[in-house]
């Protein structure tokens, strides 16, 4: 669905931030007459989610993922298939990314009314790590589009032979003691 969002964004301007995009639906003059009293439009992300879900048979939700961060918080309770719960982690990713042009703006007013220096450069430091995090989300979202196969849990590496690259979970025994 993120996919299909930036599909129809760069459709406007290459590299458009969905968010940032509308679209608008209408009929041309040669279409039957019932289809061109009537047009739709608004964001690009909504669109692009039913468009998906048309695309392949998903159920099409009643209203878009909620935007609040306490409301995504209680969908994430509510998420029970895992295209909704990728789209739980791609709608708080876009949050960040919405969050760190937040943030930006106030580092360019602290630099502009000349607060501290430190204040601006935290405010950047912020900035850059809510991005990291938007994309590192953006990178695992898929994986909970499907069900494992396998167990991948460190204990089960290790079970199968793999223990060089897991971390130790439990505190090794103590040697036996010697009277």
Do not use: C
């Amino acid at each position: 669905m993120h996919d299909l969002a930036r599909a129809l964004a760069d459709q406007l301007h290459p590299g458009a931030a969905p968010r940032d995009v509308t679209v608008s639906f209408g009929a041309r003059r040669q279409a039957p007459i019932e289809y061109r009293s009537r047009g739709r439009g608004g964001p690009v992300t909504v669109y692009a989610q039913a468009l998906h879900a048309a695309l392949y048979g998903l159920p099409t939700p009643g209203e878009s993922l909620p935007t609040a961060l306490d409301a995504l918080l209680q969908a994430t309770h509510t998420a029970t298939v895992p295209e909704q719960k990728t789209a739980v982690l791609r709608q708080v990713a876009e949050q960040l990314r919405n969050a760190a042009e937040i943030i930006q703006r106030y580092q360019y007013r602290a630099q502009w009314d000349r607060f501290p220096t430190d204040v601006a450069e935290q405010l950047a430091t912020a900035h850059d790590q809510a991005r990291q995090i938007a994309q590192a989300l953006d990178r695992v979202a898929p994986a909970f589009g499907h069900q494992p196969t396998t167990d991948t849990t460190p204990r089960a590496r290790a079970a199968h032979g793999q223990s060089a690259t897991t971390l130790v979970t439990s505190s090794p025994s103590p040697a036996p003691r010697h009277r």
